[in-house]
């Protein structure tokens, strides 16, 4: 596709239980970000992968969370046993790295609601 | 990795010049200034980078100091349609890029 997609648009689920989320990024594109916005608030990172090399994961706030990414294609965020404070929309973009400008593609989102 | 800084919020009139600094003290060599401007229920959208002195596309201008210590991203003749959350981000090419707060801003008629 043209752009970063991203599903599921929207999923509710109840504590407790596990969720996947997806993100295709462009085509081509090396870099792929995750990041989390809760309602109001700022953009918080996640985990970060480039190419081949080990992702940076140092901002997934717990266990529960892992994020994987096969190549420089679609990467997989996983959330397990989902608690209330995991309501947000992720969001994920991919950049094409070892340009002169660095420019992130956001998808549009995927809104979680934990009930 | 650098730390920003940004107003909270900011208020202007249609018509207005906008400027939103950003501080980021402990920028490093390597680092590049990037702006993202996000509406309601989107992600961020890139709106301009750069290194050091002045940067000027189609929507924005972005201007640097020479100790590179903050930066001002200018709107020029803001519209309703520019009431957004704009980000400031300091990294370099091959590093995370983390968002801060942003600012909020409201273009009032």
């Known amino acids: 596709g043209a752009g970063v997609s991203q599903s599921p648009s929207n999923k509710v689920t109840e504590k407790g239980k596990d969720v996947e989320l997806r993100c295709d990024p462009i085509?081509?594109?090396?870099?792929l970000y995750w990041y989390r916005q809760r309602l109001g608030q700022g953009l918080e990172f996640l985990i970060y992968f480039q190419g081949n090399s080990a992702p940076d994961k140092s901002g997934l706030p717990s266990d529960r969370f892992s994020a994987e990414r096969t190549g420089e294609s679609v990467s997989t965020l996983t959330i397990q046993r989902t608690q209330q404070e995991d309501s947000a929309v992720y969001l994920c973009a991919s950049s094409l790295e070892g340009t002169e400008v660095v420019e992130l593609f956001f998808g549009e989102g995927s809104r979680l609601t934990v009930l | 990795l650098a730390k920003t800084t940004q107003p909270i919020s900011m208020d202007s009139y249609e018509g207005q010049e906008v400027n939103i600094t950003c501080s980021h003290n402990n920028i490093a060599t390597n680092d590049y200034i990037t702006w993202y401007q996000q509406f309601p229920s989107q992600g961020p959208r890139f709106i301009i980078q750069?290194?050091?002195t002045k940067v000027t596309n189609e929507v924005a201008s972005l201007f640097i100091p020479a100790d590179r210590k903050s930066s001002t991203l200018s709107l020029p003749r803001v519209s309703l349609s520019d009431t957004a959350v704009y980000y400031c981000?300091?990294?370099?090419?091959?590093?995370?890029?983390?968002f801060g707060a942003g600012t909020r801003l409201t273009v009032k008629p």
């Open positions: 981000l300091v990294g370099d090419t091959n590093n995370d890029m983390r």
């Open positions: 750069g290194y050091k």
């Open positions: 085509s081509g594109h090396t870099a």
